[in-house]
């Protein structure tokens, strides 16, 4: 039976750590500006809503949160695409840069809440372009519904005993990958009980945790593409 990859393993706690984090940060954007930052089907249905009540307090914080995030999205796909997998030994401080700059402003009122909504989704948005699979598996770190879905997708074909078109190995099942959808969503899940615990205690130092989070796991990036042979995918 061949061994569990370890460059699988890494990928796994990459993305629910980075989920995580994007609850955090979502749960922070939440309870502080009223406006998801990380996950933009709420901001969807909000916008929506606030069309059709003609109603721009309602639209303009949540439209702005979509048009940002897509944004970091293309920045850290271009990014990605010109430097290559090792994009998050960039990605990942540029990101902690925008959100100490927001934890710095919180400080001194330097600007206004939409410029804050403004640079955290720009953030989020880049984030969510540094982990696409585990493996053969699709990974998305900023859409619950889709990890749900994908979740009991491979419940229900693990029942009814249909292999993976795209296994990597005998280790690579449909329940193995159930339980990893399942501990995604269980990461989106504690980092939004985790903002809402921290957030009415740290206020406007709330976002330092994930930032200083970010710098840790460029640094990590960084040192195994340095372990890494020249050569390798």
């Known amino acids: 039976m061949p061994a569990f990859p370890k460059l699988i393993l890494r990928q796994e706690w990459a993305g629910i750590g980075l989920a995580m984090i994007a609850a955090y940060v979502d749960g922070f ?14 901001n969807t249905t909000q916008t929506g809503c606030g069309i059709g009540q003609w109603e721009i307090a309602m639209v303009a914080p ?12 293309i920045a850290g796909n271009v990014l990605r ?8 030994r960039l990605t990942f401080p540029g990101i902690s840069a925008l959100l100490f700059l927001v934890v710095c402003d919180l400080q001194f009122g ?8 403004a640079l955290i989704s720009l953030g989020m948005g880049a984030m969510n372009t540094t982990v696409s699979n585990v493996g053969n598996e699709q990974l998305n770190i900023a859409f619950v519904t889709g990890t749900l879905n994908r979740f009991a997708k491979h419940v229900a074909l693990a029942v009814m005993r249909i292999p993976l078109e795209d296994s990597q190995g005998s280790w690579d099942t449909q329940l193995r990958r159930a339980f990893l959808q399942a501990w995604v969503w269980t990461g989106f899940l504690g980092g939004a009980v985790l903002a809402g615990i921290v957030t009415p205690r740290l206020a406007g130092w709330t976002l330092t945790p994930p930032a200083i989070a970010l710098l840790i796991s460029a640094f990590f990036s960084r040192a195994q593409v340095t372990r890494s042979p020249r050569n390798a995918n």
């Open 29 to 42: 954007g939440l309870l502080t500006f009223r406006t998801y930052l990380s996950f933009m089907s709420g």
């Open 62 to 73: 949540s439209a702005l949160a979509i048009l940002f995030f897509v944004v970091g999205v």
């Open 81 to 88: 695409l010109a430097v290559g997998h090792d994009s998050r």
């Open 110 to 117: 330097w600007f206004h809440n939409f410029v804050r909504i």
